[in-house]
């Protein structure tokens, strides 16, 4: 019985440890780095740097051409491209931009989207490129 009663001891405590491996293990980023975001850094050191946006996306964090669905009652959007802050366009854009170019990739939140381009956004993924 005591046996029985350490072991669950030792385990409930030993659970955050494993909740947090876990959750950093499938981020998709580099050491340390932030799941949202994709630098040239990680472009370059994955090689990736001959490609376009793209591939350099698709490559790495191909999480980010998922769509989010539905938001409200907002149909299910496509995903949405700002390159260096300009007007949103379809994810074309991403294949005339060359990684070499790039600086940093950023994936938005749904609120994030929501607030900096409103209904324009259309609840799809907001991808912003910030070019060097």
């Known amino acids: 019985m005591n046996t029985a009663k350490s072991l ?3 385990l409930l405590a030993s659970l955050p440890a494993l909740v947090a491996a876990c959750a950093s293990a499938g981020g998709g980023a580099g050491p340390g780095g932030d799941p949202n975001i994709l630098t040239a850094a990680e472009i370059s050191s994955a090689k990736a740097g001959e490609a376009s ?7 790495l964090r191909p999480q980010f051409f998922r769509t ?3 938001l409200g009652n ?3 959007g496509d995903v949405s491209v700002s390159v260096d802050g ?3 366009s379809t994810i074309d854009a991403l294949r ?3 990684a070499t170019t790039v600086r940093e990739i950023r994936y938005l939140s749904a609120n994030d989207a929501a607030q900096r381009y409103g209904v324009r956004a259309n609840s799809g993924p907001v991808i912003l490129v910030t070019q060097r």
């Open 68 to 70: 989010r669905g539905r």
């Open 53 to 59: 946006a793209y591939e350099a996306i698709q490559r």
């Open 86 to 88: 300009g007007p949103l």
């Open 8 to 10: 669950r001891r030792m």
């Open 96 to 98: 005339s931009v060359p």
């Open 74 to 76: 907002e149909p299910g």
